[in-house]
């Protein structure tokens, strides 16, 4: 291979093969390399048979230019599916070497051959993301199977054989390295191939990280009894006439999930990319923190700031970080929890409060305003509330208009589900105290950036009307679910930054603690 010196299966001098130098090329994201293999025969280099890192060894190929001093071949021909490289060894950067061997070098070069013509001055190295003299074109999304990288294999064996890594060794390879995912790609719903109502699935969650269980469920007319996922690993297809599967990927990587429909006739393919991650982490700020469950941050090692309002340190909680209890242990990925570290795993709480039982003590103790939808067009709209109160609205309802903020300071209580789709990016100044205590779910539309005031509910949604959004989650005030809140529906094209980012404002809870409790006055007479 000319033109590789220093790289892992370069030149040695006077001639070819696997040098004792390891070199990790430049690792290609995202995690898949697609294209084709091309030997050059320079200086009478014939090759006798090649491994190209994904299947087994095999015959060359024929040369296309006639000759033999500067055969030259492509692998596979520009008329059948170019070769993929796509997985890794679970998270890991994986090196594949695709090798030619078994070679024999004739003519003035050849030991014990007649003298030949003058050998070929080496072709310039070309600069790229694949080292010199090994050429892979354009990414193009072709099916194709995982077999074990023989070729890996064998270039360590010839490395350990002293006396082949010599002078006209009869082998010379070729690398690519493929490195994680670390960064939002396309999502399955967008790749589809040879898909539609007859023949579909679904992927669930659309951004699955390393060791994570994917749904995927099947859709359409054509699925039957006969009906198969496969899943590009090299696992055995599984039957989908159940509906729905579940499988983890034992490698991080780029698949191309596939669902066969009408007996084979028809195959709809989707790209999955299981991310090594984190694309979804959170930050909260001048806060303390319980969760109902384990604490699992996948915080990276390198942070970059959500805001001017975040720091770039590596923590959960920032500013001025109070106790951290979970029902579960606690962990923080590559960072930490805080700076005082203050936390309490597997704590058990004596009392618990929730939305439901506010809802409950709010009719049987508190003066409130009962909401009445006058147009009946299960909107909230602002003249149907009544301000620097407690509305009490009992049904399932929306807010679509940010005009609300005029009746702050309020309190709205909703027995039911909340959704949350006003025009853009903010909803409610900073300086409208408005709290939301919401019964069932409160859904919030992924375009919504920045949300200000106090949110209590159930469960949230923080992007109800898409599977995954790329649109960052800022809260000032305070947010708390119920339940667990799943964080890969707002993921981030750069995972060093916080896709969920919660400062808590007391002066959200001063503008309106008089509603939410009770205030109690207490006399002493200090003289007669």
Not at 19 to 36: I, M, S
Not at 216 to 241: H, I, K, L, Q
Not at 280 to 285: E, L, N
Request: proline share 6%; hydrophobic share 30%.
């Amino acid at each position: 291979c000319p033109g590789q010196e220093g790289t892992m299966g370069g030149m040695q001098v006077g001639g070819g093969g696997v040098q004792t130098l390891d070199f990790q090329p430049t690792p290609v994201q995202p995690t898949q390399a697609v294209g084709f293999l091309s030997y050059f025969g320079f200086n009478r280099f014939i090759c006798g048979t090649f491994d190209d890192a994904l299947t087994f060894p095999k015959l060359c190929p024929q040369g296309n230019t006639g000759g033999v001093e500067n055969d030259q071949w492509t692998y596979p021909t520009p008329t059948t599916s170019p070769i993929r490289y796509n997985m890794l060894c679970g998270n890991q950067t994986h090196v594949y070497t695709a090798i030619v061997n078994a070679g024999a070098r004739t003519g003035a070069y050849g030991i014990g051959q007649p003298d030949g013509p003058t050998p070929t001055a080496a072709p310039t190295p070309t600069l790229g993301i694949y080292p010199p003299g090994c050429y892979a074109g354009t990414p193009t999304p072709t099916p194709e199977g995982y077999i074990e990288t023989v070729a890996d294999q064998d270039a360590q064996f010839l490395k350990e054989q002293g006396g082949a890594l010599g002078a006209d060794a009869n082998s010379c390879s070729c690398s690519v390295a493929v490195g994680c995912q670390t960064s939002l790609q396309s999502l399955p719903s967008a790749t589809g191939v040879s898909c539609n109502a007859n023949c579909d699935f679904t992927v669930s969650p659309e951004t699955p990280e390393f060791g994570d269980a994917v749904t995927y469920t099947a859709s359409g007319a054509g699925v039957n009894g006969n009906s198969t996922f496969n899943f590009d690993d090299n696992t055995a297809p599984v039957g989908a006439s159940g509906g729905s599967v579940t499988h983890t990927f034992a490698n991080s990587g780029v698949y191309r999930v596939s669902l066969s429909c009408n007996n084979g006739a028809q195959v709809c393919t989707r790209t999955v990319n299981n991310y090594c991650g984190p694309l979804s982490w959170y930050k909260i700020k001048n806060s303390s923190l319980h969760k109902n469950n384990a604490i699992n941050n996948a915080i990276p090692a390198s942070v970059t700031a959500f805001d001017a309002d975040d720091t770039n340190q590596a923590l959960t909680s920032i500013g001025n970080a109070g106790l951290v209890t979970s029902t579960g242990s606690i962990t923080n990925g590559a960072g930490n929890l805080s700076v005082p570290n203050w936390k309490t795993p597997l704590y058990t709480r004596s009392t618990t409060y929730t939305p439901t039982t506010y809802a409950d003590y709010l009719v049987a103790r508190k003066t409130y305003t009962t909401f009445v939808d006058n147009n009946s067009n299960g909107v909230i709209d602002s003249n149907e509330l009544t301000t620097n109160a407690i509305n009490y609205v009992v049904g399932n309802y929306a807010i679509e208009s940010n005009s609300v903020q005029s009746n702050a300071p309020i309190v709205i209580v909703v027995r039911g589900n909340l959704t949350i789709n006003t025009t853009g990016t903010e909803f409610n100044p900073p300086d409208k105290a408005m709290t939301f205590i919401v019964t069932g779910t409160l859904n919030i539309h992924s375009h919504i950036e920045t949300m200000n005031g106090i949110f209590i509910a159930t469960s949230v949604d923080t992007a109800y009307d898409v599977s995954s959004s790329t649109t960052p989650l800022k809260i000032v005030g305070n947010l708390i679910a119920q339940n667990s809140i799943n964080l890969m529906k707002r993921v981030r094209t750069n995972g060093a930054q916080p896709s969920l980012f919660i400062v808590q404002d007391y002066k959200q809870y001063t503008r309106i603690m008089d509603k939410l409790g009770i205030s109690k006055y207490t006399q002493t007479e200090l003289r007669p």
